[in-house]
């Protein structure tokens, strides 16, 4: 193969990442806290909890509780979310997963999930064993080989001389040395000159190599099994069997780190957006307009609420209405002062706009009706 500079590396966990990108794709946060390293949000799929998760930041502290990712904590930096921060190792391997450290992840964690962090893995017993067989004297790749080229050079005598080689092969096995036939072989051939003659067994070194992995499939339901398999097989595996690590990375903790790295990702953005200010300047959070426009710091979101008093058709402007409700949603101390005047929204595009903008009000209903649960 050649070398390929660019060409990123394979993620040893990609069908973990694969699933956990699959049921994250509509996930949002939404920010409860946002008070210097004091921080609450949650993350997930609006209109319902199933694989959504909080996370909690105080000085020194991470943790993380919900469907998923539930009952970690980690400690380090005063500010975790700069700790977790993954900004320039994004899309490391070569399925876009960030580069995580899970091993330096796990040397943080504290409390009673650190005790279930690793669980056997019948993935990595297995590639113990493929690996060891692929380096074994007898049953290797090198052996493989070796085999392949003694065939071959028996295969170029039998024709050289005329003889069918399943049936030399058959003599070979059964006649004894003085019964032998001989044959000629091209002196210019340096794989018959080196090969022919050489034993060829019954079975290759990669059939037997194929019987050893499936009985080891065989006995790969549990740690115990496993462990016993390389015990009875320590001719081929060694005396220090019993040093392999049968263990991997617990799927919860994986998504753990997915899903803390997926936060931070998310807490970046939004302390790029007007509702950041909003949290951190709560005594003049946002604008409202009723019955004239405003002035305002443009830093601060703007509610404009003479929209409820047009005149024009409601399936005209059900976009606007939509926007609107979103807008105030999304804004924490908004979301709890006017929510008459998101009921009265929601009441009059379910009434009177299309299909679509009902379906997208209620999503957003649910999605406040759950954060108001939450809360």
């Not at 067989?133 to 493989?144: S, T, V």
């Not at 024009?312 to 949603?329: C, P, T």
């Not at 299309?354 to 009706?369: C, G, N, S, T, Y």
Request: hydrophobic share 35%; net charge negative.
């Amino acid at each position: 193969m050649v070398y390929d500079p660019n060409r990123k590396p394979e993620n040893p966990y990609a069908s973990t990442y694969a699933n956990f990108l699959e049921q994250t794709k509509n996930h949002v946060l939404t920010v409860m806290t946002d008070d210097g390293l004091n921080r609450r949000a949650r993350v997930g799929e609006p209109g319902t909890s199933i694989w959504s998760w909080n996370v909690i930041t105080w000085p020194g502290y991470l943790a993380t509780y919900g469907d998923v990712a539930d009952g970690f904590m980690f400690t380090r930096d005063a500010d975790m979310i700069d700790f977790f921060d993954r900004r320039d190792h994004r899309a490391y391997y070569s399925d876009g997963a960030p580069s995580i450290d899970f091993r330096y992840w796990a040397e943080k964690v504290i409390g009673p999930a650190k005790n279930g962090l690793r669980e056997y893995s019948e993935q990595k017993f297995l590639r113990h064993v493929e690996s060891v067989l692929a380096e074994h004297d007898e049953l290797g790749d090198e052996a493989q080989e070796e085999y392949n080229n003694i065939v071959e050079a028996t295969r170029r005598v039998c024709a050289r001389n005329g003889v069918d080689f399943s049936q030399h092969i058959e003599h070979l096995r059964t006649a004894d040395d003085s019964r032998r036939r001989l044959m000629e072989i091209d002196g210019d051939d340096d794989l018959q000159q080196i090969y022919y003659g050489l034993e060829i067994p019954e079975q290759s070194p990669a059939e037997r190599r194929a019987e050893v992995l499936e009985d080891a499939r065989r006995h790969s339901d549990t740690e115990h099994e496993a462990s016993e398999f390389l015990s009875n097989h320590q001719e081929v595996f060694g005396s220090d069997w019993w040093e392999a690590s049968l263990r991997d990375w617990d799927v919860h903790f994986l998504f753990a780190c997915y899903a803390i790295d997926l936060t931070v990702k998310l807490w970046r953005e939004y302390e790029q957006t007007p509702a950041a200010a909003a949290h951190r300047n709560p005594g003049d959070s946002y604008i409202i307009v009723d019955g004239g426009l405003v002035q305002n710091n443009p830093a601060l979101p703007v509610f404009d609420l003479d929209l409820l008093e047009s005149d024009d058709e409601i399936k005209e402007i059900a976009d606007e209405f939509v926007d609107l409700y979103e807008r105030i949603n999304d804004h924490p101390q908004a979301r709890v002062e006017y929510e008459a005047t998101l009921t009265h929204i929601a009441a009059v595009v379910r009434a009177e706009a299309a299909p679509e903008f009902v379906e997208k009000i209620d999503a957003l209903e649910a999605q406040r009706l759950n954060t108001n649960t939450k809360e």
